[in-house]
């Protein structure tokens, strides 16, 4: 219990240390245009990627055109904000509690077969 406690504080922390960088809105702005022009942010947002492998995808972005124009922001802040130990996101829902969430509800009945 306690370990969770204290991961979960120095959690918050590092979140709270990340969000008074003003490089974050750089970064922020820099993954829009580079980024959000071809893809929805639930794509980016949803990943949970090392450093190593944000740089790939990076690296093959700006391949396929990608108006990169600060690399090293761009990855920094993915790999920080999406990188790996980072909790999943919450999938979007409606208001029936449906919408985005794919899971199937422990009360669904499986289709009668034909």
Known sequence: MRAGVL???CWALA??????????????????????????????????LSREV?????????GWGAPVRDRELLIDYLAAQYG??????VPEQSGDGTKGDLRRPESAKPLPKR
């Open 84 to 89: 790996e130990g980072q909790p999943e996101p």
């Open 54 to 62: 944000w740089t790939r995808e990076v690296v093959k972005m700006i």
């Open 7 to 9: 991961v979960l504080g």
């Open 15 to 48: 979140r709270a240390v990340w969000a008074a960088d003003p490089n974050v809105e750089l970064a922020k702005m820099e993954e829009a245009r580079s980024c959000l022009a071809c893809h929805g942010d639930r794509i980016i947002h949803a990943q949970r």
